[in-house]
């Protein structure tokens, strides 16, 4: 049986898409990882993806003068793996700890999701990334926390969500603990997330 393929964009240590790979490995995970796509050189994503035999390439931010123009090169990128006549196209992408604005290149709507360590659209937007979000957590005194896969549109974690947990937030934890056990629901929210996602599409 063929499965679906999938693009995961990463911009950091690449904790979400080993998750993923395992969760494949393990038949417990339906799809599999065309492409892995970095917005720069020499973070560690890249050197799990090589380690676990994922094909990889960097797309680099600083190359291109516009979000569009940055945009259309990695949709581009994408959509050349599709050439291989040998294997189906990918046809989702998953943002994984991805921090650059994407633009939805026509043809994509509803078919690139990002998970976000907040439940949105509290804590969202530009800046709302990693360690960030959980001291603005703990800041704000809120009682529950947790993370959100939606679907991602041309404007920083606004898009329709698929998949929230949610968890309370322990007293005294610091931003790190905190990030940990928020990390610990991404781990189970984005692999359903996905085969949510694929429950409601049909097969190209």
């Not at 999938?6 to 339906?30: T, Y």
């Not at 050189?41 to 291109?64: H, K, W």
């Not at 945009?71 to 599709?82: D, R, T």
């Not at 439940?119 to 990334?129: E, V």
Request: glycine share 10%.
């Amino acid at each position: 049986m063929t499965h679906p393929r999938i693009a995961v964009l990463v911009s950091g240590g690449g904790r979400s898409l080993e998750n993923l790979q395992e969760l494949i490995q393990a038949g417990k995970l339906e799809v599999e990882i065309g492409l892995v796509i970095s917005d720069r050189p020499a973070v560690f994503a890249l050197e799990r993806a090589e380690r676990l035999g994922i094909p990889n390439l960097v797309v680099p931010r600083c190359d291109y003068d516009s979000h569009e123009a940055y945009s259309n090169a990695v949709f581009g990128a994408i959509e050349e793996v599709g050439l291989d006549q040998t294997k189906p196209p990918i046809t989702l992408v998953v943002l994984a700890g991805f921090l650059r604005l994407l633009l939805i290149a026509p043809g994509w709507s509803g078919r690139v999701i990002n998970i976000h360590p907040a439940l949105l659209p509290a804590f969202g937007g530009k800046g709302y990334f990693g360690d960030h979000v959980h001291r603005a957590v703990l800041e704000r005194g809120v009682q529950v926390t947790g993370c959100t896969v939606h679907y991602v549109d041309d404007i920083y974690d606004n898009g329709k969500v698929l998949l929230q947990r949610w968890i309370p937030v322990p007293k005294g934890i610091d931003s790190h603990g905190l990030g940990d056990l928020v990390f610990a629901e991404e781990t189970l929210a984005l692999p359903e997330a996905i085969r949510l996602h694929f429950s409601k599409v049909q097969p190209i």
